[in-house]
């Protein structure tokens, strides 16, 4: 049984996916970020960041897991699925999985403050931005035109990947022209694991619901300004 801290997120989304494709027990715990609970000291102790995801797996003496790639590798390594154990199918998955954290994920993350939350609109940096998710779409496209998945076989580099781009709206990013890009989110978006998983915790912004959308932004904006207040 693992204990699972989460909220409404891509990196959430790609551990309770995760999770459910494993057929791994466990109890999910929503923080809400909006209240800093994530920055409470009990928390701060499974995670020194101050950051969701985290896990903490009750059968291993409560051994603490942070970082959703780091997270992401435990539960394969721990359940032997979802990553090859030979050593170059699993350095292929984890060249992907390093690529959605090193690049779609912070380039995707910076898309949405610039051009969602952030109270100022700063061009340049917006088309920064949303240039640089369009170019790393454009290089899972290219991998995705002769691979069913990212890496062989289905695995958690699909899985971190999909967490992100399923929202290349909310980013203001399109994915027109990137057809096999397209194909591969239909495909993993209709297993039903994955839609168990997006909906733990559910999503605060459902479909084209202004107002719920404009209420979430409005407290994306005021995490933004606190953070800057805080550094």
Do not use: C
């Not at 989304?13 to 494993?22: F, P, R, T, V």
């Not at 929503?30 to 101050?50: H, R």
């Not at 780091?70 to 998955?93: F, N, Q």
Request: charged share 25%; net charge neutral; no cysteine.
């Amino acid at each position: 049984m693992l204990d699972f801290y989460t909220a409404a997120t891509p990196n959430g989304y790609k551990i309770s996916i995760a999770l459910e494709e494993l057929a791994v027990p466990y109890i999910a715990h929503v923080l809400d970020l909006s209240k800093l609970e994530q920055k409470e000291p009990w928390f701060l102790a499974i995670n020194p960041n101050g950051r969701i995801p985290a896990i903490v797996d009750r059968g291993a003496d409560n051994f603490p897991v942070f970082e959703s790639g780091a997270i992401l590798i435990y539960l394969a390594e721990k359940t032997g699925r979802l990553m090859p154990s030979d050593p170059k199918g699993r350095s292929r998955v984890i060249q992907w999985l390093m690529l959605q954290m090193s690049g779609v994920g912070p380039m995707m993350g910076q898309a949405n403050v610039f051009f969602r939350y952030f109270p100022e609109k700063i061009q340049p940096a917006i088309d920064r931005y949303q240039g640089e998710v369009r170019r790393l779409f454009t290089v899972l496209d290219t991998q995705l035109e002769h691979h069913e998945f990212l890496a062989g076989d289905y695995s958690i580099a699909d899985i971190a990947h999909w967490a992100w781009v399923r929202s290349y709206k909310w980013s203001g990013v399109n994915i027109d022209g990137l057809p096999h890009l397209a194909r591969w989110l239909k495909d993993i978006g209709e297993r039903p694991a994955v839609q168990r998983g997006v909906e733990v915790p559910p999503k605060p912004v459902a479909g084209d619901d202004e107002e719920a959308a404009k209420k979430f932004i409005e407290r994306a904006r005021k995490m933004v300004e606190t953070g800057k207040k805080k550094h």
